[in-house]
């Protein structure tokens, strides 16, 4: 059974920092991505990593303050935010794709975590 469990989202201020993790387990993936909701929008792409290379792809948006990484060992994502800003704010998920496909695409995601709220009060 597939599982991704995701962990790491709060409360913080403007200009604070979380990290998100999203440890994953019943199979081995190509790429996992982190995608974000907020309250009556569209869920959105924030980054993607491949799980045997590496190669990271982001949204502009978050460009030079958050970076996507994994540990293979632990079969786990991480999503390291810095800089935060309230426009931030969402339900951010974990999700995992076994072929290949669009990055940004969340139709191209094969299992998602449930979600975690992330919060930036100005």
């Known amino acids: 059974q597939v599982q991704l469990v995701e962990s790491g989202g709060g409360l913080v201020q403007a200009g604070g920092s979380l990290r998100l993790s999203c440890a994953a387990s019943g199979r081995t993936f190509n790429a996992m991505g982190w995608f974000r909701q907020a309250p009556g929008k569209e869920r959105e792409f924030v980054a993607a990593i491949t799980w045997r290379f590496g190669i990271t792809t982001y949204v502009h948006s978050v460009k030079g303050r958050f970076t996507i990484s994994r540990d293979n060992a632990k079969n786990t994502v991480y999503l390291q935010m810095n800089s935060l800003k309230p426009e931030d704010t969402a339900v951010y998920y974990c999700?995992?794709?076994?072929?290949?496909?669009?990055?940004?695409?969340?139709?191209?995601?094969?299992?998602w975590g449930q979600g975690t709220q992330v919060t930036v009060s100005s």
């Open positions: 999700a995992a794709r076994v072929g290949s496909g669009s990055y940004y695409s969340h139709n191209d995601y094969d299992y």
